[in-house]
C-alpha cells in the first residue's frame, strides 16, 4: 500500500470518527472507523483501511527522516531500502563509525540535523544519552525486546544482539592455547599474533566495560602490554576476520558474526569464533537506536525503530548479519550459539558504561594505539 | 595608483572570510579549558611530533636525493630518451598519496598480491610494507617529482660558466657537482624541500593506510573515537602552526624566487656517460619509474581487470563520480570568480596591503586539509549551523585550500595586461567595464581556465575534508576509494582510484608542470 492512500485512507478514519463524535487515542481510530456508518465506502475499503492502521499506527508517517548509523552500510542498507519503501518515508543515511557519530552529535547537540541515531554498541548511545539528546521512547517500544538490551532510562532501545569473541586461524592455533578471559592474551606466546582494531566502537565498549569491572589500572597495564606484543591494527573488525582467513593473523579481537559471515559463504574456511569464558571479552550488547530530541520527524524515526523490530528486520539481522535476534520468537540463525550459553557479565549498566568511553579513548590512545 | 574602495573592500572580506579556519583555531587556543602542559602530560604529543618531524626529514632527504638525481642526470648528461624519461618520472605527482599507499599496501599485504605472483619461487608470506618504512617508500615515491620539476628548470637556467672553468682546472666530476653545481642549487633545493616538507606533515591517506602516528593520523583518530573537544583541536592547532610556519619560509623569504637562477643561461654540451655507467643510470630510472608509476598502475589495473571479470557492480561507484564532479565544478567555478579581485589587487595595483594579501593567500596553500577541515566542522556547527553539513559548506572548505592555485593562475596571465593598455583604453574613452570585457578579459582567460581547471582537478582527489564536512549522501571518488580501502575491499577501492586516476591524471600532469615551472 503505497503513501497516497494510506493518507486517503487514514483523512477518511478521522473523518468518521469526527462523525461518531468519539475522537478516541490514536491507535484506535481504525476500529472506531470500522465501527461507524460505512454507507458511502465498500466494505473491502474498509477492512483494507482497518488493517492499514492497526499494521501502523502512526498513519501520517512521511517527509523525510535523516539517520546516523554507526553501523555499516552493508549491514544495514537493505533494511532501510525496505522501510523507505514500505512506508514512503524518504531516508537519508550518514553512515560512519558509531564512537565518531556519537560525538558529532554531542557536538551538533540541538541542531542536528538526525532523526535517528543507530548504533552498533551501546556505549556510543550511552554517550548521546549522557548528553540529554535522546527522547525517551515509549514503553511499548521498551517492551518488545528483553531488559538486558534496554537503556534503564528507556532512551535508545536494542535493535539486535552481538558477542564479543576471538577469531582464530584454527591451522594455527589450538583452543587449548587460548585462556579464560581477555587478559590472559597478555602472554609473550601471543607476540605477533594478536590482531585488534583499537577506534572500533565495540573495542572501546569492551574497554569501557573492563574498566567498569575491574579498574582503569588493570586496563591500562593490559594495553600497553598488549601494543608491546607486536600486535596487528586493523580499521575494522571484518579485516581481521579476512586476514585471519587468509592466514595473515592468528588471533584477532572482534565481534563474533563477522566469522558466522564468512563461514556461511565458506563452510571450509579455517576461521573459527572462540567465546571467552567470562569477563568483558565475553561481553553480548546490543546494537541498538534512539530517537533526537531535536528530531523534526518523530513519527517516522518511531515508525523506523518500530520496523527494526518487525519479524522481517529481524530475520535479516540473524540470517544475513548473523547477529542475535531481540524480539521474541524470532527463531536465531543456525550458525549462533545459544545465547544462553554465553558468559557475559550479567551486571552491566550502560549508562555505567558511556561515563567510562572517554577515560576508555584516552587509555587505548595513552597506551600508543 | 589609488585602490578602489570597493576591490580593497571585497578582499577583505575574502581575507576575513579564508582565514576564519585559522582565527578559530587560535580562539579555540587561548579559551582551552585545560592547562597546555596537562595536552603533553596525557596526549602522547611528544610522541607524535617526533614520528611527524622524523617523517619530515627523511622523505625531504630521499625525495631531493632522488629528484635532484634525475635533474642533473637528465640535463647534464647524454642519455636517450630523455625527455619521455624526464616526463615518466615526474607523472607520479598525479597519484594522490592515499591511491599510492593503497597499492602498496594491498600489493604487498603479507599474502597479497606480490606473494601470489611469487609463490613460485618458494615465497609463502613477507612482511607486510607499513608503518614508517611504508610510508617512507610511499610519500618519497609520490612527492621527489615536486623537487625534479622545480631542480631541474633551474639548471636549465643556470649559468655553467662556474661550472666549466672549475672543469678546465681539472676539478673532478663529483666534486663539480657537489662543490658547484649543487651550491648554487641551493635556493631551489630548499625550496623544493618546504614544498615536500609541507606534503608530508600534512599527508593524511599515506600514514593512515600505512598505520603510522602522525599528528594527521592521530587527528582522525579523535574523530573517530568521538572525542570532539580540546585534543583535536589542540592537534589541528598545532598541525596549521607547523605548516604555516613552513610556509613562510617557502614563500616569505627570497627562496621564492628560487627557480630563477640569476644570470644568463648556458647550457654546456651534454657528458657522455661510459657504457659502465650507462647501466646504472638506466637501471636508476628503471626502478624509479618502475616503483612510482608501473607498479601503482599496474596493481590498480590489475583489480579492475579482475573486479570486471568477476563481475562486480560497476554501478556502486557511479555516485561518487557523480559527486567529485559537481563538487569539483562548483568549486573551481567559484575559486575563479573569487580569485579576480584578489589577481587584480596584486597585479594592478601595487600598494603593501597587496603584498601582505599574496602572502597570506599563497601560505593557505600549505594548510593541511585535515586541519581545516575540523575547523570548518567547528564553525559550521557552533557558529553557522544554517550551512552545517551543507554543501555550501564543503565548497568553502575546498577553496579555502585551493584558492592559490586560481590565484596563480590569474596572477600569471595579468602579468601580461600591462597599465598602458588600460590607459590606452580609457583615454579611448572606454568605461571600466568595456575595458575590462575587451582588453583584460581576453588576454587572462586562458591563464583564469587553467587556474581553475587545477581547482577542478585537486578538488576531485581531495579526501580528509570531504571525509569530515560532506552532506548526509554525498559521495567522491576519493571518499569511496577510502571506505572501500578500510573495510579491506581492495578490489572495488581500486576500481574507483582506477576511475579517479584516469579522468585526472594527464590534465592534472600537464597544468600541474606548467605551474611549478613558472
Known amino acids: ?369 | 595608483m589609488k585602490t578602489p574602495k570597493g576591490l580593497l573592500l571585497s578582499n577583505i572580506v575574502i581575507l576575513t572570510t579564508f582565514l576564519m579556519p585559522v582565527f578559530y583555531m587560535v580562539w579555540r587556543f587561548f579559551t582551552f579549558t585545560r592547562s597546555f602542559e596537562s595536552f603533553f602530560e596525557s596526549w602522547n604529543v611528544y610522541g607524535l611530533l617526533f614520528n611527524t618531524i622524523s617523517m619530515f626529514f627523511v622523505v625531504v632527504f630521499s625525495s631531493v636525493t632522488v629528484g635532484l638525481l634525475i635533474s642533473i642526470l637528465l640535463i647534464r648528461f647524454e642519455i636517450r630518451y630523455s625527455k619521455i624519461l624526464f616526463t615518466l618520472c615526474a607523472l607520479p605527482l598525479v597519484i594522490p598519496s592515499y591511491i599510492g599507499a593503497l597499492t602498496y599496501v594491498s600489493a604487498f599485504s603479507p599474502k597479497g598480491l606480490f606473494v601470489q605472483l611469487f609463490s613460485f619461487t618458494g615465497i609463502s608470506e613477507i612482511n607486510g610494507i607499513e608503518g614508517f618504512i611504508g610510508s617512507w617508500i610511499a610519500l618519497t615515491l609520490f612527492t621527489y617529482p615536486y623537487v625534479q620539476l622545480i631542480c631541474s628548470s633551474a639548471l636549465r637556467n643556470l649559468d655553467s660558466t662556474v661550472e666549466e672553468a672549475a672543469r678546465s682546472l681539472g676539478t673532478k666530476r663529483f666534486r663539480i657537482y657537489t662543490s658547484v653545481v649543487i651550491p648554487r642549487l641551493k635556493k631551489p633545493i630548499i625550496y623544493s624541500s618546504l614544498l615536500v616538507g609541507l606534503y608530508v606533515i600534512s599527508d593524511f591517506g599515506a600514514v593512515s593506510l600505512m598505520k603510522y602516528s602522525t599528528i594527521t593520523k592521530a587527528i582522525y583518530t579523535y574523530y573517530e573515537f568521538s572525542l570532539l573537544g580540546d585534543p583535536i583541536i589542540f592537534y589541528s592547532g598545532l598541525l596549521i602552526f607547523l605548516a604555516l610556519i613552513i610556509s613562510f619560509i617557502q614563500r616569505g623569504s627570497d627562496v621564492s624566487r628560487a627557480a630563477k637562477v640569476s644570470g644568463t643561461p648556458r647550457i654546456p654540451a651534454k657528458v657522455e656517460l661510459s657504457s659502465r655507467n650507462k647501466f646504472f643510470v638506466y637501471l636508476f630510472f628503471i626502478t624509479v619509474i618502475f616503483f612510482s608509476l608501473l607498479l601503482p598502475v599496474s596493481v590498480l589495473s590489475y583489480w579492475l581487470i579482475r573486479g570486471l571479470s568477476v563481475g562486480n557492480d560497476v554501478r556502486a561507484v557511479f555516485g561518487g563520480v557523480v559527486g567529485s564532479f559537481s563538487a569539483s565544478i562548483v568549486t573551481s567555478i567559484l575559486a575563479v570568480i573569487i580569485s579576480m579581485p584578489i589577481v587584480i589587487l596584486i597585479s594592478q595595483y601595487r600598494s603593501r596591503f597587496g603584498d601582505v594579501l599574496e602572502k597570506v593567500i599563497l601560505s593557505l596553500y600549505g594548510l593541511p586539509h585535515l586541519a581545516v577541515g575540523v575547523s570548518i566542522l567547528f564553525i559550521t556547527i557552533k557558529i553557522f549551523p544554517s550551512i552545517y553539513q551543507s554543501f555550501f559548506a564543503l565548497v568553502i572548505s575546498y577553496l579555502i585550500v585551493f584558492l592559490p592555485q586560481a590565484v596563480g593562475g590569474g596572477q600569471a596571465s595579468m602579468e601580461q595586461v600591462k597599465a598602458s593598455y588600460i590607459d590606452a583604453s580609457s583615454s579611448l574613452g572606454k568605461s571600466k567595464l568595456e575595458t575590462f570585457r575587451k582588453v583584460t578579459f581576453p588576454l587572462i582567460y586562458r591563464g583564469l581556465f587553467a587556474g581553475g581547471a587545477l581547482v577542478f582537478l585537486s578538488t576531485m582527489k581531495e579526501l580528509p575534508q570531504t571525509l569530515l564536512l560532506r552532506p548526509t549522501g554525498f559521495n567522491t571518488m576519493a571518499v569511496d576509494v577510502w571506505s572501500f580501502a578500510s573495510e579491506g575491499l581492495f578490489t572495488q577501492a581500486a576500481f574507483s582510484a582506477f576511475i579517479l586516476l584516469a579522468i585526472s591524471a594527464i590534465p592534472t600532469y600537464i597544468l600541474s608542470t606548467r605551474n611549478l615551472n613558472r
Open chain 1, 1 to 369: 500500500m503505497n503513501k497516497k492512500s494510506i493518507a486517503l485512507i487514514s483523512v477518511l478514519l478521522m473523518l468518521f470518527a469526527a462523525c461518531a463524535g468519539e475522537a478516541g487515542p490514536q491507535g484506535e481510530q481504525g476500529e472506531q472507523g470500522a465501527q461507524g456508518p460505512a454507507g458511502e465506502v465498500s466494505d473491502a475499503q474498509v477492512a483494507a483501511a482497518v488493517e492499514a492502521a492497526l499494521a501502523e499506527p502512526e498513519t501520517e508517517v512521511g517527509g523525510t527522516l535523516v539517520i546516523y548509523s554507526g553501523r555499516k552500510e552493508s549491514l544495514v542498507a537493505d533494511v532501510i531500502a525496505a522501510f523507505a519503501a514500505e512506508t514512503g518515508v524518504t531516508v537519508e543515511v550518514r553512515y560512519a563509525k558509531s564512537a565518531a557519530l556519537a560525538g558529532t552529535l554531542a557536538l551538533e547537540g540541538a541542531i542536528s540535523p538526525a532523526d535517528v541515531f543507530l548504533s552498533q554498541d551501546p556505549v556510543s548511545l550511552g554517550v548521546v544519552a549522557k548528553e540529554g539528546l535522546f527522547d525517551v521512547l515509549p514503553e511499548d517500544i521498551l517492551d518488545n525486546v528483553p531488559a538486558w538490551a534496554v537503556d534503564q532510562r528507556g532512551y535508545w532501545v536494542g535493535t539486535s544482539g552481538r558477542s564479543r569473541s576471538l577469531v582464530i586461524d584454527t591451522r594455527d592455533v589450538t583452543e587449548s592455547e587460548l585462556p579464560g578471559d581477555i587478559y590472559g592474551l597478555n602472554d609473550e606466546k601471543f607476540r605477533g599474533r594478536l590482531g585488534l582494531a583499537p577506534s572500533n566502537s565495540s573495542f572501546i565498549a569492551m574497554i569501557a566495560c573492563m574498566i567498569e569491572q575491574d579498574g582503569e589500572e588493570k586496563v591500562a597495564e593490559w594495553l600497553s602490554g598488549i601494543n608491546s606484543l607486536d600486535y596487528g591494527e586493523y580499521p575494522k573488525n571484518s579485516p581481521q576476520v579476512a586476514a585471519a582467513d587468509a592466514g595473515e593473523l592468528d588471533i584477532g579481537m572482534i565481534n563474533h558474526y563477522y566469522t558466522l559471515r564468512v563461514l556461511a559463504e565458506n563452510g571450509d574456511s579455517p576461521v573459527k569464533n572462540v567465546y571467552l569464558d567470562g569477563g568483558c571479552g565475553a561481553m553480548v550488547m546490543p546494537a541498538g537506536a534512539g530517537i533526537l530530541s531535536s528530531s523534526q520527524n518523530k513519527p517516522a524515526a518511531l515508525a523506523f525503530i518500530e520496523y527494526l523490530h518487525s519479524t522481517s528486520a529481524q530475520e535479516h539481522f540473524t540470517n544475513t548479519v548473523f547477529e542475535f535476534p531481540l524480539v521474541p520468537g524470532i527463531t536465531p540463525n543456525a550458525l549462533l550459539p545459544d545465547i544462553n550459553s554465553l558468559n557475559s557479565p550479567t551486571d552491566l549498566n550502560w549508562s555505567a558504561l558511556a561515563i567510562w568511553q572517554e577515560k576508555a579513548v584516552e587509555l587505548i590512545a595513552g597506551a600508543g594505539f
